[in-house]
């Protein structure tokens, strides 16, 4: 059954701290995407990645890096220069990188500070 | 840039009654989706429209394109309780690599 997991489903973070989110798929997709969601500002977009080893900033990006070491993987570091990370990670692909396809999407990620 | 504005914010309606949610684009789209996502959960697609003045039917569910492909809505007819949930727009303009998400109409359905 193909589709997107992320994990984990619930992540603490103590101050000063990076933590990593996992977000793997099985679609055989080109193309994949990270969002944060805050409530009542829908979805923004932090980075996306067209193909392997390529990656471009989104709207959010500051205190966010990704990496794209194999299609199937689109890891998200929240790292310590991001002071509210607070907030509900998506992790989205699409079979191309272009605006005209549909997004996928993985049960998201919860993020919270200690 | 593109700026998606999607109204409004909140809706409450009684079982029954009919819903609509508009979606607005500061700029000429090449697409626009629209996409479901159920208290707790994810987005999930539910239908792209790409031709000005497009109409698409799901069952209850109607979807418009505008004429200037600028602005788009959706329609619940007769609301039941399955439709709650939060209904985004997400626009794309011709050659863009992302997509941009209005920030959603979040639907609650008395029973």
């Known amino acids: 059954d193909g589709g997107i997991t992320q994990s984990p489903k619930y992540l603490f973070r103590k101050e000063g701290q990076n933590v990593t989110l996992s977000c793997e798929q099985n679609?055989?997709?080109?193309?994949m995407y990270w969002y944060r969601q805050d409530p009542g500002q829908g979805l923004r977009l932090i980075y996306y990645?067209?193909?392997?080893?390529?990656?471009q900033k989104g709207d959010i990006a500051e205190g966010y890096s990704v990496s794209r070491e194999k299609k199937e993987s689109f890891p998200l570091t929240v790292t310590s220069a991001q002071k509210n990370p607070t907030a509900f990670y998506l992790c989205a692909s699409s079979i191309f990188a272009t605006s005209n396809q549909p997004q996928h999407f993985g049960d998201g990620t919860r993020l919270s500070i200690l | 840039g593109q700026q998606v504005m999607q109204i409004p914010q909140y809706q409450h309606v009684q079982e029954g009654e009919d819903f609509t949610t508009y979606c607005n684009s500061s700029?000429?789209?090449?697409?626009i989706q629209w996409y479901k996502q159920r208290p707790g959960g994810h987005p999930v697609f539910l239908i792209q429209?790409?031709?000005?003045?497009e109409v698409k039917k799901q069952k209850r569910l109607t979807f418009q394109f505008g004429e200037a492909k600028k602005n788009s809505s959706l329609h619940i007819t007769a609301t039941q309780t399955t439709d709650v949930g939060t209904y985004f727009c997400a626009g794309g303009g011709a050659g863009s690599y992302q997509l941009t998400f209005g920030k959603g109409t979040k639907l609650s359905v008395i029973p």
């Open positions: 700029t000429t789209l090449s697409n």
């Open positions: 679609l055989n997709h080109d193309a």
């Open positions: 429209l790409v031709k000005s003045g």
């Open positions: 990645s067209q193909i392997v080893n390529d990656f």
